[in-house]
């Protein structure tokens, strides 16, 4: 019936539907209906399927886990919250080792590893450490990825672990002899959102990030995937398509070195736009950054307390944020379809055009020396920036909206007595080799303002 219908209706095209809105506009531009982005996207008053004539086609994951993020220093106290948080809904397991005396193969021993996707994080690179873990998992069912990133430790903190040398050497080490294990190289992005990169950058520096990897290591990624850690704001919309983007430029990058297109994504809310005043308001943030992260195609989810930036971690915010990916999954029927955003013109135009940007920044950054290159001479750190201070600029004059801090404020609101720690930029005075990319909030400032006069 629906097929008999539409021969009733002639096709559109894109040139019918301009030419309609310019009748409409009575003489003004068309031009002016056109949006410029700080990324230098545009983005147009109406989108066709003439937009998709070009759309490569990447593989994006099936399913996605809901993955809770736990700090591990005393062993009986971390195996007590891992069965928490997977008996309240968590399907997987992030784990930040914090230093080398934690014994792990104890907290593994007590983990269904067939059932529970872990990905376990060291705050310190030890290749014997690190590979008597391996030892454990060897002939085990598991789903474990360790991720090792002293490029991004690099960009953090302007130190590497050890030296250039040593990382290199170590983490050279601990691939040859740990093929077993599917993943062992993160690639941290969050860095660079945090700290106020526009998204063709913090797409660039991505891949450049990866480069620099895949340079070094490329018979060993052979058989090994990479995991990039990223971190989303609230450019809905501009989130889904970061997303897709990078699946895309990476399987470019990887076509290159004849190595498999696949990666994993592990997703979690930018700090950036989170605020101490009127905090609630930090659940919707959350929420559409984590929708953004399914539909944009990620593999791993990991949603961030509403009220991290002031409370130590506690029992009833971790339980919301559980409960806020466990709604959109079991009661929105998010995890219902697989590629939801293909065919939509608007997002796949956005991607598009991202992935072109961001793919002629890297091949810039290669030409001027590589990404460690750039980190070295400081260029990497002041295009980021230049970037966050333009943004800072736009949340001043209020075109940049925080709702409950720059617009729709509660000036009865107060916070001294509520901070548990402190939620700002904290200046360490300490030697490095390079300056860190610094990550810093849009509503510091202000925040500093309004508690002074509490």
Known sequence: MTKHLMKDFEAVSAKEWRQKIQVDLKGADYESLITHTPEGIDIKPFYHQEDLLDKPSVASPQEWDIVEKLMVSDVNQSIKNIEHS?????????????????????????????????????????????????????????????????????????NWYHSLKNDQEALAYILKHTTHLSAHISIDTSTYQNAGANMVQQLAYALAHANEYLNQHTEALKTQKLIFKVALGSNYFFEIAKLKALRQLYATLAAAYELPEEIEILTYPSDRNKTIYDYNVNLLRTTTECMSAILGGSDFICNLAYDKIFHEENEFGSRIARNQLLILKNESYFDKVSNPTDGAYYIEDITQQLSEKALALFKSIEKGGGFLVQLKEGIIQRKIKEAAQKEQEEFNSGETILVGTNKYENLEDKMKNDLEHSPFLEKRERKTLLPPVIKRRLAEAIEQERLKKE
Do not use: C, M
Not at 89 to 110: M, P, R
Not at 113 to 127: K, M, W
Not at 129 to 149: M, N, P, S, T, W
């Open 86 to 158: 997977l008996s309240k809904g968590s399907e997987g397991l992030w784990l930040v080792i914090a230093n080398e005396t934690v014994n792990l193969t104890e907290i593994f021993k007590e983990l269904d590893l067939s059932a529970t996707p872990v990905y376990v994080e060291f705050q310190f690179l030890n290749p014997k450490y690190i590979l008597a873990f391996a030892e454990f998992l060897k002939g085990e069912k598991h789903q474990v990825r360790i991720g090792i990133d002293p490029i991004g430790e690099l960009a953090a903190t302007g």
